[in-house]
């Protein structure tokens, strides 16, 4: 050999030693589950959806019962008012039937007492009468006359009693009389009044008790459907675990068949190098450029199980929480080491060079807006008015990595649409 191609055959080895140490490698391989794995996270998974159907079923049956008997409680309300209005009615009626009847007494004893005074005037008439020899009646006044000047004497004196005396008397009788039944009548008014006042209480008391029977149903039934709910929302938790599981095995998948493919391009550089290596001067080779996207989804699925701390983290990693309040503050968000959901993003994106603000709110405009259905691993999935309340990190197949709230840990789950932003923010 001469030494030109000593010469050549070294300068191609160095060559091939520089380009392959300069190279991106591809970092060993992550986990892979095995399809039984998944199968059985899917199966557990698909058992809590199961649950939470029942639970549903469940639920909005004892929501419209509670409904029945919200309206049930309503409707007796009413009678118990209705009740409450016919017994102020009835004791109305009840009091003015008593004053009535003590007005007609009053009356019908003013008229007996007139009776006995026109009868005491009368008899005080009748013995001025005799004492004058005359008598009163309308035959035995004119029996005994003696002569006509005392049978015309006689028959004035009748006059005079008739006209005054006994027409009084009869009048005077006549209004005792009517007195007397008004008396009876109003007497009898009160009687009915009373029962009609007793019954309205009764009926009052009967609609209390049905009333009270109603709202202890109704306070039964709202909590088992309070029971149901917190069941129903126990199972949800579970079932986003569980989805969360499987979501995490998938990506794993994901991730080592991406690692595969990434292998496969490796080798094929490689390959490709080491004959530019081997080309005569004046061949260049390309650089490879580095898979940023990934490595923003690798960092923030790194963070899996990390706690939930509202106002945690930043580009470095986890950081403690701050108080909010409320919510965060009774979970001791304060006091913990994680990431909130924005938190979580400042780090993710911090390994490419992309420093985030830490709220969602600003996240959403930092940079391209592109349409949901048009969404790809890497993008930023927001939620509420303007992205402010919740933001989680697109992974593909359905699936996000999220900080998701107090109490909970970073974890892989599926997209949820209610509420979701129409647009996704593209940063690579």
């Not at 050549?8 to 140490?21: E, K, M, N």
């Not at 004893?109 to 005074?117: I, Q, T």
């Not at 009373?194 to 019954?199: D, G």
């Not at 490419?352 to 993008?379: F, T």
Request: charged share 25%; hydrophobic share 40%.
């Amino acid at each position: 050999m001469s030494v030109l191609t000593r010469l050549s055959a070294a300068t191609a080895l160095v060559l091939t030693l520089v380009f392959a140490g300069s190279a991106h490698a591809v970092p060993p391989p992550p986990p892979n589950p095995s399809d039984d794995q998944i199968s059985a996270g899917r199966a557990d998974a698909d058992a809590k959806a199961a649950r939470v159907g029942e639970l549903t079923g469940q639920l909005s049956q004892a929501e419209a019962k509670l409904q029945e008997l919200n309206d049930e409680v309503a409707f007796k309300a009413e009678l118990a008012n209705k009740a409450r209005v016919d017994l102020e009615i009835a004791q109305q009626a009840a009091d003015q039937a008593k004053r009535d009847a003590d007005w007609a007494r009053t009356e019908a004893d003013a008229a007996g007492k007139a009776v006995e005074d026109s009868r005491r005037q009368l008899d005080e008439f009748a013995a001025a009468s005799y004492s004058q020899r005359s008598a009163v009646g309308s035959v035995s006044a004119f029996i005994g006359a003696k002569s006509p000047e005392d049978l015309l004497a006689r028959a004035q004196m009748l006059n005079n009693v008739s006209s005054s005396g006994l027409n009084v008397l009869d009048r005077i009788q006549q209004e005792q009389a009517e007195k007397a039944n008004k008396d009876s009548s109003a007497r009898a008014a009160l009687g009915k009044a009373e029962e009609k006042q007793k019954a309205a209480d009764q009926a009052k008391r009967d609609a209390d008790t049905a009333q009270q029977t109603a709202i202890d149903a109704q306070r039964a039934q709202a909590g088992r459907a309070a029971a149901l709910e917190n069941d129903k929302a126990s199972v949800e938790r579970q079932l986003a675990d569980a989805r969360g599981v499987v979501g995490g095995l998938e990506a794993q998948r994901k991730q080592y068949d991406q690692w595969l493919e990434d292998k496969r391009r490796e080798d094929e550089e490689n390959a490709k190098r080491a004959a530019a290596a081997a080309a005569p001067v004046g061949v260049a080779a390309a650089a490879p450029s580095g898979n940023r996207v990934q490595t923003v989804i690798n960092r923030a699925l790194a963070q899996r199980g990390v706690i939930y701390a509202w106002g945690g983290g930043n580009y470095n990693g986890p950081t403690y929480g701050i108080r909010d309040g409320g919510v965060a503050d009774e979970f001791g968000d304060y006091a913990k080491i994680g990431f909130d959901c924005s938190g979580l993003m400042m780090y993710a994106f911090a390994g490419v060079g992309i420093y985030l603000p830490h709220y969602s709110g600003y996240q959403y405009n930092s940079g391209r807006k592109v349409p949901l259905s048009q969404m790809a691993p890497g993008d930023m999935l927001f939620w509420g008015p303007g992205g402010g309340t919740h933001v989680a990190l697109y992974l593909g197949g359905g699936m996000m990595v999220e900080a998701p709230y107090s109490g909970a840990v970073v974890r892989v789950a599926p997209v949820r649409y209610g509420g979701i932003m129409p647009y996704v923010t593209r940063m690579l």
